[in-house]
């Protein structure tokens, strides 16, 4: 019996962990955590990318999150660089019109032709 427990304590080790054996749990959770973050937002940025280029004119959108318009002019920028431009107009009655960057557009609402087409199928 005395035997037993002197094999038992030598077998356990003396010195400190190693390295690898510490930072492993820390490694085999966060590298899978930072995977699936970058690939998140990956994907969302593909979306808003998509999103802005098929912006047209007569869409409705939303600006900034706050201010609706519908489009009636796109530019596209110049050779030398810049950002598409929209010109968005923000009331009928009154003609307010407004030009912002392409970037600035939140969500498409609708185009007036879809929905004048949803309209006239009812």
Do not use: H, W, Y
């Not at 077998?11 to 749990?25: M, S």
């Not at 490694?27 to 802005?52: C, D, N, Y």
């Not at 019109?97 to 392409?102: A, D, N």
């Amino acid at each position: 019996m005395l035997m037993v427990t002197a094999l038992l304590a030598d077998g356990a080790p003396n010195g400190p962990p190693a390295l690898f054996d510490t930072l492993f749990p820390f490694l085999a959770v966060g590298i899978p955590f930072i995977f699936f973050i970058t690939m998140q937002s990956r994907k969302v940025a593909r979306t808003q990318r998509e999103m802005l280029n098929s912006v047209k004119k007569n869409d409705r959108v939303l600006i900034n999150g706050f201010l609706v318009g519908q489009v009636i002019q796109v530019t596209q920028p110049s050779p030398s660089g810049g950002e598409p431009e929209l010109q968005i107009k923000i009331d009928e009655n009154a003609n307010v019109k407004m030009r912002v960057l392409r970037s600035s557009v939140t969500r498409i609402l609708a185009s007036d032709d879809s929905a004048k087409d949803t309209k006239e199928g009812s």
